[in-house]
């Protein structure tokens, strides 16, 4: 996690590190968030934690308990699935304004971001996306967006994103009946077509098809659970040396 430095105020970059770290997994869902190891490895006062810690907990990164501090939102599916419903429709709303009112400018930043990221190593199928696909992933998706004219609709949007993406980071692999490329070409073309129709169906099938994935794998997740804890709980016999026999039960001899 990258230590607070200099550009901005100190509880600024506070709340940025501290928010990267979240939607990263470097602070994992459920972590206890203390005050006072943050305050010693970024080298700042404690009111500057305090002040980061609340402006996470305005965005649902973070929840506070009374006595027991500081805690890194949880993940659920039930969360996903809601939070999926709500980005569907800020995110197609974005997308139809900004297609009734981008420009030239616009339509040259939607073609170049497109061109960037289909043209960017992902990664092998059995591997996580590299960090430059990520970040030409995130610009893509912002520029379809760019010429809504709302800048709260953004910044909306932008939460509900960065918080979809703190799950989609669980999808390490991508599925083999999945072409990312592909879908992105698709959206892109619709969106430069100006069909909205087409474009928030597309649009609402991509971040759909997303979920489901993660929604499997956090069931996987979940089913291997319990076997897990069962194999911790059954104790392992020597190797070589055979299974002692149960004692048997006393009788009484007349």
């Not at 610009?139 to 010429?147: G, K, N, Q, R």
């Not at 991509?206 to 994935?213: E, S, V």
């Amino acid at each position: 996690m990258k230590v607070p430095g200099k550009g901005q105020t100190i509880s600024g970059e506070t709340y940025q590190t501290l928010r990267a770290g979240i939607l990263a997994g470097e602070i994992p869902p459920g972590a206890k968030v203390r005050t006072q190891e943050y305050c010693q490895r970024f080298g700042v006062s404690l009111g500057a934690v305090r002040e980061a810690l609340s402006q996470l907990m305005a965005e649902g990164l973070v929840f506070a308990e009374a006595h027991r501090g500081y805690t890194a939102a949880p993940i659920s599916i039930e969360d996903l699935k809601d939070l999926t419903r709500v980005r569907m429709e800020i995110e197609t709303l974005c997308l139809t304004w900004s297609m009734e009112a981008g420009q030239v400018e616009w339509e040259s930043e939607v073609i170049a971001a497109t061109h960037r990221l289909t043209r960017t190593y992902r990664a092998d199928e059995r591997s996580g996306p590299s960090a430059q696909w990520i970040a030409a992933h995130d610009a893509y998706h912002a520029a379809l967006v760019s010429a809504c004219g709302s800048p709260r609709l953004l910044q909306i949007r932008k939460q509900l994103y960065d918080k979809s993406e703190r799950y989609r980071k669980m999808e390490s692999a991508l599925p083999r009946e999945r072409n990312a490329d592909d879908e992105h070409k698709v959206l892109a073309d619709a969106v430069m077509g100006r069909n909205v129709a087409l474009a928030t169906k597309l649009m609402k099938s991509h971040i759909a098809l997303t979920t489901d994935n993660i929604v499997k794998a956090m069931e996987k997740r979940v089913s291997k659970a319990p076997r897990a804890a069962a194999a911790l709980a059954t104790p392992r016999r020597g190797r070589g040396r055979p299974a002692r026999p149960a004692p048997r039960a006393a009788t009484n001899r007349r």
